[in-house]
């Protein structure tokens, strides 16, 4: 069964700090997604990542993967308090057409003026 | 575009009773998905669709059922409800998830009580 970890999985933070979420999984996967969910709203695509290496950066956030890990992290440079929000990776398994997605738990980010 | 649209925002529901969640696309999507989001929790597949006429069990699909016959609309049908049933679900859409760009856009959610 595949085994997607987030952590941390509540994290505090000032503004203008730097921090860094981790996201392993435990299958082979060749791809990774990262959603925003702001307080009682739908989740937003953030970023596809789709090979080893790749690195995907919007604003302050950037994501990275690592295949061979089986990691990915999201960086959070200089944060701001509209980046307080809860971030969900999301491994990609399947084949065929019966591809899916499988979560993390997600991380809450709280950054504190 | 509405994109991913989902009926009713809230429910609340006695234990033993039924009822329908409405998840409609705009986007002609084949690929249509039900998520729970119970809290401090990651979202769980409950049931998924590659196109109409074609429903697949996900990872947590029992008190659920689920019909697909068109394009735009996949509705979760929820028989004898039960607490372990409150949660927040989420209804999503994709093109298909074969190629490294697609991505799932999700609906806003029904928050549901069962008391």
């Known amino acids: 069964e595949l085994k997607v970890e987030q952590n941390p999985l509540f994290l505090s933070m000032q503004e203008g700090k730097n921090y860094t979420i981790y996201c392993n999984y435990s299958?082979?996967?060749?791809?990774l997604y990262w959603y925003r969910q702001d307080p009682g709203k739908s989740l937003e695509s953030l970023f596809v990542?789709?090979?080893?290496?790749a690195v995907k950066q919007e604003g302050r956030l950037m994501a990275s993967l690592d295949t061979k890990a089986r990691l990915s992290t999201l960086h959070i440079t200089a944060a701001v308090h509209d980046l307080s929000a809860t971030y969900f990776c999301?491994?990609?398994?399947?084949?065929?057409?019966?591809?899916?997605?499988?979560f993390g738990k997600g991380t809450l980010l709280t950054v504190n003026p | 575009n509405a994109g991913v649209t989902q009926t009713p925002k809230f429910r609340i529901l006695k234990i033993g009773q039924s009822m329908t969640l409405q998840c409609t696309q705009d986007?002609?999507?084949?690929?249509m998905y039900w998520y729970r989001q119970d809290p401090g929790m990651g979202l769980k597949l409950i049931y998924y669709?590659?196109?109409?006429?074609?429903?697949d069990k996900g990872e947590v699909p029992n008190g659920y059922n689920v019909s697909r016959s068109t394009t735009e609309d996949f509705p979760l049908r929820l028989e004898l409800a039960a607490p372990s049933q409150t949660s927040v679900y989420f209804c999503?859409?994709?093109?298909?998830?074969?190629?490294?760009?697609?991505?799932?856009?999700f609906g806003p959610g029904t928050r549901l009580t069962v008391l």
């Open positions: 299958t082979t996967s060749d791809r």
């Open positions: 999503a859409s994709s093109y298909s998830m074969v190629t490294g760009t697609d991505t799932q856009y």
């Open positions: 669709s590659v196109g109409a006429g074609i429903t």
């Open positions: 986007m002609n999507h084949n690929y």
């Open positions: 990542l789709l090979s080893n290496g």
């Open positions: 999301a491994v990609v398994t399947g084949g065929g057409s019966n591809y899916k997605l499988t």
